[in-house]
């Protein structure tokens, strides 16, 4: 079955860049996704990027997409103490294309 | 607020109690979903709802009953559960498109 892994931490300073990895198996999804999950909260959907693009920027988000490595990455300028959370990577999977599969989680500390 | 409510946020049942998790959505989406997250586990996909009939069940205990009586509603019944059970139990909900979940804040669960 369909495959998402991340690293479990990342710790960085204020101010500083973070980049978060992800890796899946499943090479048919058009879409791939970020999501944030803060203390004591359910996940947001932070980004997503279309299967077609390399690279997404969003203010101070940017994705990065390899195809070919099967490769996904988020980073976060100007890192935030606010931007402390977990970060899941999401790949649609499963039964139907709306279906998504859930990498374990990154955890993102940011040391003031 | 997200969309989706989840209710209650919290709850402590005994090992011998009934009780319920609802959710509820009115973003027009068509299916619905339980996740289980727990400290030391990745997110675990439980149920799937996709126009109110179930197209999932992944290996979950029958200690745990989802009903779905329509698209909007979702419920989690509980009964005679055990410690391990305690953790944070997500409801999503999806339209078949680009826009993948959007997730309620959640129930934290503790069976004592």
């Known amino acids: 079955g369909e495959d998402v892994e991340q690293s479990l931490f990342l710790s960085v300073r204020e101010g500083d860049s973070s980049v978060i990895n992800c890796t899946y198996t499943d090479s048919s999804s058009t879409y791939l996704y970020w999501y944030k999950q803060e203390p004591g909260a359910g996940l947001q959907l932070l980004t997503y990027?279309?299967?077609?693009?390399d690279m997404k920027q969003d203010q101070r988000l940017t994705v990065l997409l390899n195809k070919k490595d099967k490769h996904l990455s988020l980073r976060i300028a100007d890192t935030q103490t606010g931007d402390s959370a977990i970060y899941f990577c999401?790949?649609?999977?499963?039964?139907?294309?709306?279906?998504?599969?859930f990498g374990k989680g990154t955890k993102l500390s940011v040391i003031p | 607020e997200t969309g989706v409510t989840q209710t209650p946020r919290h709850l402590v049942m005994g090992m011998t109690n009934k009780k319920s998790l609802k959710c509820e959505q009115h973003l027009g989406h068509n299916a619905m979903y339980w996740y289980k997250q727990s400290a030391k586990k990745p997110l675990e996909l439980m149920f799937v709802y996709n126009f109110k009939e179930q197209t999932e069940n992944n290996s979950v205990p029958s200690r745990f009953s989802p009903e779905c009586p329509n698209s909007s509603h979702l419920f989690l019944h509980l009964h005679t559960l055990q410690p391990e059970d305690s953790a944070l139990y997500l409801c999503?909900?999806?339209?078949?498109?680009?826009?993948?979940?959007?997730f309620g804040s959640g129930t934290r669960l503790t069976v004592v």
């Open positions: 999503a909900s999806s339209p078949q498109g680009i826009n993948g979940y959007t």
């Open positions: 999401a790949d649609p999977s499963g039964a139907g294309s709306y279906q998504l599969t």
């Open positions: 990027i279309f299967s077609n693009m």
